[in-house]
């Protein structure tokens, strides 16, 4: 069986994306419960949001400068632990995609190297054939050169 062709790395993956999303969901609970949570992490995230929200509905609708209004406390943290959960299953996304990209780029630095290894080793072999070459084409040169150099050899006739 070919390793490539069943992709483990990207089923384990998908399995830690698919996890994310309980443990978004557990943590938008906590933070829910949570005052310090509610008050420190949730609140401000959720009223710039819902300010930025309103002040770009605002300016599409063709109202400038008027007043936003910020939030109540129950909704601000509501939407402030959407955000979080979302956030959380964001980072967790985006850290499967860069741990899948450097996986596929340690494996095609391998495969250069690799090559690179071959093709050194193939250019070695040729040095070495070539050197063969040159010294078998000297014999034959010498080898040339000694029968060339024989006296000629007496005829049969007399």
Not at 31 to 45: D, G, H, M, T, V
Not at 122 to 127: C, E, P, S, Y
């Amino acid at each position: 069986m070919v390793v490539g062709a069943f992709p483990i790395a990207k089923l384990l993956y998908l399995g830690v994306r698919q996890l994310s999303k309980p443990v978004a969901n557990r943590i938008k609970a906590g933070a829910r419960s949570s005052e310090f949570f509610k008050n420190y992490i949730c609140l401000p995230p959720a009223q710039a949001y819902h300010w930025i929200e309103m002040k770009t509905k605002m300016r599409i609708m063709g109202f400038r400068g008027s007043a936003i209004k910020p939030l109540n406390e129950d909704a601000a943290a509501e939407l402030g632990a959407e955000l979080l959960g979302e956030a959380i299953i964001f980072l967790i996304g985006g850290g499967c995609l860069v741990l899948e990209y450097s996986r596929q780029a340690a494996n095609s630095r391998r495969k250069e190297e690799e090559l690179t290894l071959t093709i050194n080793s193939l250019q070695t072999q040729l040095g070495e054939l070539a050197l063969t070459t040159e010294t078998l084409d000297a014999q034959l040169r010498e080898v040339n050169r000694l029968l060339l150099s024989l006296p000629p050899a007496p005829s049969g006739k007399n």
